[in-house]
Nanobody, 116 residues
Framework: QVQLVESGGGLVQPGGSLRLSCVAS????????MGWYRQAPGKQRELVAT????????NYADSVKDRFTISRDNAKNTVYLQMNSLKPEDTAVYYC?????????WGQGTQVSVSS
């Protein structure tokens, strides 16, 4: 079993920045792809960004390109999402997603609110 713990959400003004973190813990697992998804009220969950095991394969949703940066620290089994130039439409619950050799896991979600 793998546990995911997310942190870094909060309330920020438009144009501001936040950094999300997600730590994967457990025993005897290998982490493959890591990523972030988000779900706004009344909308379906959507992909934000994913990163491959060697950080060589990175994908972003068009809506966050050039504003968000995904990265990972394999030694810490941690994935980050640096979010800059935040907009009100970025408001959502952000979920960490980790693909391992055992299964795919989701974090509990962290709220990001962008408002003046």
């Amino acid at each position: 079993q793998v546990q995911l713990v997310e942190s870094g959400g909060g309330l920020v003004q438009p144009g501001g920045s936040l950094r999300l973190s997600c730590v994967a813990s457990g025993s005897r697992f290998s982490v493959y792809r890591m990523g972030w998804y988000r779900q706004a009220p009344g909308k379906q969950r959507e992909l934000v960004a994913t990163i491959g095991s060697s950080s060589s394969s990175i994908n972003y949703a068009d809506s966050v390109k050039d504003r968000f940066t995904i990265s990972r620290d394999n030694a810490k089994n941690t994935v980050y999402l640096q979010m800059n130039s935040l907009k009100p439409e970025d408001t959502a619950v952000y979920y960490c997603n980790v693909v391992t050799n055992m299964a795919t896991y989701w974090g509990q979600g962290t709220q990001v609110s962008v408002s003046s």
